[in-house]
């Protein structure tokens, strides 16, 4: 089986970026930024621009700044009502089952999101595990040492053995330097850094047939 690993991103892959919840985590970034850090609310959107363009992520950058406390962040940042954003997807748990490749989810955020996440989706038992941003050791996509690190993690496969599933093209073109394939979702165009592309992942079976390929 040439594809032996999958890794799926978590949020605006395995949901639709439609549903609010992206927007949602974003401002309680900024709440953070602003009722926490104190920066001045004017400079707040330019700050988590430079830190992601950066670091890849906003806490990376307020790690490496500001010594803020990841486990402070996260908590706050992650506090809503995920229920009312995500709700069950049968679809998309019958075509992770019919997969035979190990999955897992590949994320910056924690595991508490994501178990919170897959949950919500009933998809939790799709998934062989979670890597996420302590078991990564707060490297994060693109960097990359973060996918180096996710192939460790799953014992050492090749990484032409690989596939990332990701809604964005920033972290899809290293993976496909290292030699995974890569598949952007959330678009049908696909970029440079992406082999292939899908709306949603309910659209895999028409966009990457080879994944139910034992050859």
Same mark, same amino acid.
């Given at each position: ?59 990376? &950058?307020? +790690?490496?700044?500001? =010594?803020?406390?990841? @486990?402070? #962040? ?6 809503? *009502? ?39 989706? &009933?998809? +939790?038992?799709?998934? =062989?595990?979670?890597? @996420?941003? #302590? ?6 996509? *693109? ?73």
């Amino acid at each position: 089986m040439r594809h032996s690993i999958l890794y799926f991103d978590l949020d605006d892959t395995l949901y639709p970026n439609s549903n609010g919840l992206w927007e949602a985590i974003g401002s309680r970034m900024n709440d953070y930024l602003r009722e926490r850090m104190g920066f001045p609310p004017n400079q707040i959107t330019e700050i988590r621009r430079k830190y992601y363009q950066t670091y890849g992520t906003t806490l990376r &950058g307020l +790690q490496i700044n500001h =010594e803020v406390d990841a @486990d402070e #962040y996260l908590d706050y940042v992650h506090d809503l *009502p995920i229920e009312e954003y995500l709700s069950p997807d049968p679809l998309l748990r019958s075509l992770l089952n019919s997969i035979d490749q190990s999955k897992w989810i590949f994320t910056n955020a924690d595991s508490n999101h994501a178990n919170r996440v897959l949950e919500s989706l &009933g998809v +939790q038992e799709c998934f =062989e595990g979670i890597i @996420d941003v #302590y078991a990564l050791g707060f490297v994060c996509k *693109p960097e990359k040492d973060a996918y180096e690190r996710a192939i460790t993690l799953v014992n050492g496969f090749a990484p032409e053995q690989c596939v990332l599933f990701d809604d964005s093209p920033r972290n899809l073109e290293p993976a496909l330097k290292l030699g995974f394939t890569t598949v952007l979702v959330g678009s049908d165009q696909c970029p440079p850094g992406a082999n292939y592309a899908a709306k949603s992942l309910h659209d895999l079976p028409q966009v990457f047939p080879e994944l139910w390929s034992t050859a």
